[in-house]
């Protein structure tokens, strides 16, 4: 096991700590009125409603698979993926421990997604949709709607900008916690490669059911000042909003 965790990399596809926090969450029953509290902490950036921002500074996680979003916690809070900004939320102190990754990332996977997300250019789609039935399809696919057991995101209606940044990162190495077989597959990619599979995967349309309403607010967070950021959350010190109270169990 010392050996796996010291080279896993190089040998494991997207390892996963032995016994870590995303084994442990994934046992647990999540409660989706914790999830929601803890949600609020993440609003400051990921908006009430889970969308992001369009321009890929903050991805889409609403509707997202919970197996992912419990992988992604524990490999940013064990600094086993680089989230500067968003690494101090995850403490035990704002987030919690195991319990919490667990109820928030249900509370998001039932999030319905949005119906305008960032797209790419629209050039040379159907060549895009042929990369990505040759390349993609096996893990995330046929949709795009991820693989719930081997914690493979979805990526169908994520922001352009967001998916072409994370290609990016997992081919070159700089996202650490990527998947070994799929950074080898994807390093002959050519810069149009990779901007038409992704245009192509930001309109893959998700099911009706996972849709939102054109402009629909989430009404769990009524008191969010929306007002206060008009497009894109600003990027310096973000304010943390205090995380209630844990109810007494
Ligand atoms: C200060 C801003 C900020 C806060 C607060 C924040 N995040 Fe993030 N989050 C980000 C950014 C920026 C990224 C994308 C990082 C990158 O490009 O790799 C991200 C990425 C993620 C991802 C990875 C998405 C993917 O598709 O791989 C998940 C999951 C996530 N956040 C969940 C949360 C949760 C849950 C909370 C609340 C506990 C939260 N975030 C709070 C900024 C934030
Ligand atoms: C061998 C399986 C495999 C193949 C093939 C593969 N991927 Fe992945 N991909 C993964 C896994 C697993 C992850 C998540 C790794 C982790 O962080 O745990 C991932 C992550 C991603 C992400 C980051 C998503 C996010 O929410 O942060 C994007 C974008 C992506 N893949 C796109 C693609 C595209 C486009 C192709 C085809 C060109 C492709 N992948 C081929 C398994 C694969």
């Given amino acids: 096991m010392a050996l796996a965790l010291g080279c896993g990399a190089a040998t494991a596809v997207s390892p996963v700590e032995p016994g870590g926090e995303y084994e442990q969450a994934l046992k647990l029953t ?37 197996s992912v979003t419990i992988k992604q916690l524990a490999d940013i809070r064990r600094r086993n993926r680089d989230n500067p900004t968003m690494f101090p939320f995850t403490s035990p102190r704002l987030l919690g421990g195991v319990q919490e990754i667990a109820d928030v990332a249900a509370y998001i996977e039932r999030l319905p997604m949005n119906p305008d997300n960032g797209v790419g250019p629209g050039y040379e789609l159907a060549y895009g ?24 995101p979805a990526v169908q209606g994520q922001h352009y900008r967001y998916l072409v940044r994370q290609f990016e990162w997992i081919r070159s190495g700089k996202r650490r916690n990527a998947d070994s077989k799929m950074v080898k597959q994807i390093q002959r990619f050519t810069p149009r490669d990779v901007s038409v599979v992704m245009d192509y995967v930001s309109r893959i349309k998700p099911p009706a059911e996972k849709l939102a309403e054109h402009g629909w607010t989430n009404p769990d967070f009524p008191k969010y000042a929306r007002q206060a950021m008009p497009y894109t959350p600003r990027l310096q010190k973000p304010v943390a909003p205090q995380r209630p109270p844990a109810p007494a169990n």
């Avoid at 009125?33 to 992001?52: A, F, L, S």
């Avoid at 042929?130 to 709607?145: F, I, N, P």
């Fill in 30 to 66: 999540p409660n989706l009125e914790k999830g929601k509290n803890i949600y609020m902490v993440c609003t400051v950036c990921h908006r009430p409603e889970g969308w992001g921002s369009d321009d890929g500074h903050y991805p889409q996680i609403a509707g997202q698979l919970a």
């Fill in 129 to 152: 949709e042929k990369l990505y039935k040759e390349e993609c399809v096996d893990c995330h696919g046929a949709r795009g709607e991820g693989n719930l057991a081997d914690h493979v």
